[in-house]
C-alpha cells in the first residue's frame, strides 16, 4: 500500500474513520446533545462527495485505475454511483433524525451501522475482484441486519431481521459457491484476468456454467428479484421506517454495481448464457410484484412488492449487455433510490410519536390537511407509476428502449403491460389523498430542515424529468457514450 493507492480510496478511508469516530464519540456525547453526532454523520457524507468529485485519478485522459494489486477500481460509473450514494444517505439522515427523535431511537448506533453499511455499499461500487466483491456485500448484510431490528421493543422488527439474516446467509454462501467454482475453472479472483482466462479457454466449461448459475442467485437476492424475493415484504414492514428508507434505495445502487463488475467485467463472454437467466427474473418480478403491491394495505409492504417490479425493469436494462442498456439500467436505479427515499420520507412525515403511518387510509384526505405535502405525494407516486413528465417516465422509457433495440420486443411489451397495471395502486393512494374524509386529522408538523429536504426531493423528481437529459447524459458518460 502507498499514498497514491490511498488517495485513490480516500473517500473509502474518510467512511471508515468518521464511522469509528462516531461509534467511540457516542461514549462521550450527553443524551441532550446527541445532535452532534447527526451533525457529524452529515459531514460524514458531504466531505465524502468532494473528496470523491475531485477525481484526483483523472489525469492524462484515463478513466479508470486500480488499486490494491487490481482489487479496487476507481472510474466514473464508480464515482457517479458513490455520490449519488452520500446525497441520498444524505436525505436519509435528514428524514431519520425527526423519526428517532420521535420514537426515542435517536442513538448513534444508527449512523454508525449506517455509514459501515455505505462502506460496504462503497466497496461494492469499486470492486474489481471477487474478493472484494464478497467483502462489500458482506459489510453491507451485517450491517444491515443489526439495522432492521434497531428497535429493541419491536417483535415484528427481531422477527424480520432473522428472517434476512437466515435467508441472506443462504445468498451469501450460493454467492461463495458459485465464486469458487469460477475461481476453480479460471484461476483467478480479479475480473479482469477471470474474463481474459474465459476469453482464452472457451465457454463450454461446466464448472463455469454453474459458477455464473450460483452467481446469479447472489446478484437476484440483492435486487430482491423474484424469486429470491421473499424477505423483501417481511423486512420492510418490520424494520423502522428509517431503515427501511435506506434498505430501498443505496444497497440497491451497490447491487446494480456488482451486477455490471460481475457479469460485464468478468463473465462478458458468457452474455448469452446470463442473459436468459436475467430475462426470467426481470418478468417475474415485474409480473409478481405489481399483481401482489395491488392487494397491499400497508404502504411499506406495497412499496415492497414496487420495489420487486422496479428492480425487474432495472435488470431488463442488462439484459443486451450493451453501453446503453448499463447506462439506462444505472439511470433507473439512481431514479428509484430517489423515488423511494421520498416516499418513506411522506409515510415519517405523517406518522405521530409512538404510531407509524404505515397504513393506506393514512393518507385519507391528505390534500385538507396540507395541499402542499399532498402535491409532493402526489408527484412522487406518478413518478413511481411512470407518468409523463415526472423521471419516473424517462427511466423506464429509456429501459424500455434499450430491451427493443436489443430485439426483445415481447419482454417490452409485457413490461409495459404489467407496468400499466401497476399504475392501480399509485393512483389509489392518489384517490385516497384527493377525493376521501381524513379518518384523523392530526396537525401535520416537521423541523425546517425535514420540509426543506422534502421539498427538494420532490422537485427533483419533477425538475428531473422535465430535464431528464441531465442526469441521463451523466449516467451514459459513464460508460463512454
Known amino acids: 500500500m502507498n499514498s497514491a493507492q490511498m488517495l485513490l480510496a480516500a473517500p473509502e478511508f474518510w467512511v471508515l474513520l468518521m464511522a469509528c469516530a462516531i461509534l467511540i464519540g457516542d461514549v462521550f456525547v450527553r443524551e441532550q446533545r446527541r445532535g452532534i453526532i447527526h451533525m457529524l454523520a452529515m459531514l460524514t457524507v458531504i466531505f465524502a462527495a468532494i473528496i470523491t468529485l475531485r477525481g484526483d485519478y483523472l489525469v492524462d485522459g484515463v478513466l479508470s485505475v486500480t488499486a490494491f494489486k487490481g482489487q479496487f477500481i476507481r472510474d466514473p460509473m464508480g464515482d457517479v454511483l458513490k455520490v449519488f450514494s452520500f446525497f441520498t444517505l444524505g436525505l436519509i439522515f435528514t428524514y431519520s433524525k425527526y423519526y428517532l427523535r420521535s420514537f426515542n431511537m435517536f442513538r448513534s448506533d444508527f449512523y454508525a451501522l449506517t455509514l459501515f453499511a455505505l462502506l460496504g455499499v462503497m466497496l461494492l461500487i469499486s470492486a474489481n475482484s471477487m474478493l ?71 465457454t463450454d466449461s461446466m464448472l463455469l456454467t454453474f459458477g455464473l448459475v450460483f452467481v446469479v442467485v447472489g446478484i437476484a437476492f440483492k435486487f430482491g428479484a423474484v424469486p429470491f424475493h421473499m424477505w423483501i415484504p417481511d ?36 452474455h448469452v448464457h446470463w442473459q436468459a437467466m436475467l430475462s426470467s427474473l426481470a418478468l417475474l418480478s415485474i409480473v409478481l410484484g405489481n399483481l401482489a403491491a395491488i392487494m397491499q394495505t400497508n404502504i411499506k409492504r406495497m412499496l415492497a412488492y414496487s420495489t420487486i417490479s422496479h428492480m425487474g425493469f432495472v435488470l431488463l436494462g442488462l439484459l443486451p449487455g450493451t453501453a446503453f442498456g448499463f447506462g439506462a439500467s444505472m439511470y433507473y436505479v439512481i431514479v428509484h433510490g430517489i423515488m423511494s427515499v421520498a416516499s418513506f420520507g411522506m409515510v415519517i412525515l405523517l406518522s405521530t ?33 411512470g407518468v409523463p413528465p415526472m423521471v419516473g417516465f424517462f427511466a423506464k422509457l429509456m ?4 430491451v427493443i433495440d436489443a430485439g426483445m420486443i415481447w419482454l417490452a411489451v409485457i413490461a409495459v403491460v404489467f407496468a400499466v397495471i401497476g399504475a392501480f395502486y399509485y393512483l389509489r393512494i392518489i384517490k385516497y389523498m384527493y377525493f376521501d374524509e381524513p379518518e384523523h386529522a392530526p396537525e401535520i408538523t416537521a423541523p425546517v430542515d425535514f420540509g426543506a429536504a422534502l421539498t427538494l426531493n420532490g422537485m427533483m423528481i419533477l425538475g428531473l424529468g422535465i430535464f431528464s437529459s441531465s442526469l441521463f447524459a451523466i449516467c451514459m458518460a459513464s460508460f463512454g457514450l
Open 132 to 202: 472484494m466483491i464478497y467483502l462489500g456485500m458482506e459489510l453491507i448484510s451485517l450491517s444491515v441486519y443489526a439495522l432492521v431490528a434497531f428497535n429493541r421493543e419491536s417483535g415484528r422488527g427481531s422477527e424480520a431481521a432473522m428472517k434476512y439474516f437466515v435467508l441472506g446467509s443462504m445468498a451469501s454462501g450460493m454467492l461463495l459457491y458459485g465464486m469458487s467454482m469460477i475461481y476453480g475453472a479460471t484461476g483467478s479472483l480479479i475480473l479482469t484476468d477471470i474474463a481474459a482466462a474465459i476469453s482464452q479457454q472457451g
Open 399 to 402: 429501459v424500455l428502449k434499450a
Open 353 to 385: 410519536p409512538g404510531k407509524e403511518a404505515e397504513q393506506l387510509q393514512d393518507f385519507k384526505g391528505l390534500n385538507q390537511r396540507n395541499p402542499f405535502y399532498a402535491a409532493i405525494m402526489g408527484l412522487i407516486m406518478f413518478s413511481m407509476a
Open 235 to 270: 423486512v420492510y414492514e418490520g424494520a423502522p421506517v428509517a431503515v427501511t428508507m435506506f434498505i430501498s434505495s443505496i444497497p440497491k445502487l451497490a447491487a446494480f454495481a456488482m451486477a455490471y463488475r460481475f457479469l460485464s467485467t468478468g463473465l462478458g463472454d458468457l
